[in-house]
């Protein structure tokens, strides 16, 4: 019996929406608030989990909670940026174009956090005087930093 009132408190009261398209955007207004919402759950999640994991002197704790916070603020930056593609548009090639500025955009962001990871781990297993660490750490780092870079020359294929 107490579900109702949680429900209502929960979705939106938009009344009847007059056309399909109304709908559509009532709807992914919705679902975007409550994704970022989670997304910004996770981040909170993983930054406990990290501050919690900093007492310990082992990478095999910290890594996965600074991966888990970082995974919550891509979400939250992703629904952010979903009025990027502009689908009201009918010009295919103006569509295109939105969808590989968004494609090399987050590439670009997902290299970045590839590298910020690999200078992290690098960093940790420099402290352990860990030698198998030190060579997957470079090579997260370097991983991060190619697609960083490939994303720079995406829009030469337009």
């Known amino acids: ?21 109304a709908l559509a955007q009532t709807g992914l207004e ?17 930054a406990i989990k990290f501050a919690l994991s900093i007492k310990s002197d082992e990478t095999r704790d910290q ?5 888990t916070m970082v995974s919550g603020f891509m979400i939250q930056a992703a629904i952010a940026n979903l009025g990027i593609f502009e689908l009201a ?22 290299g970045a956090a590839g590298t910020l990871v690999g200078a992290v781990m690098f960093g940790f297993s420099i402290k352990d005087n860990n030698a198998v660490g030190k060579v997957a750490a470079l090579k997260t780092f370097a991983a991060g930093a190619i697609v960083v870079s490939v994303s720079g020359i995406l829009h030469t294929f337009i």
């Open 30 to 46: 919705f679902f975007g608030t409550w994704i970022s919402r989670i997304g910004g759950l996770v981040a909170f999640i993983g």
């Open 63 to 67: 890594l996965p909670a600074l991966l």
């Open 1 to 21: 019996m107490h579900v109702l009132p949680i429900l209502a408190a929960i979705l939106p009261d938009t009344g009847a929406p007059a056309n399909p398209a």
């Open 89 to 110: 548009t009918t010009n295919a090639e103006t569509i295109f174009q939105n969808i590989l500025l968004f494609i090399g955009r987050w590439t670009r962001r997902v």
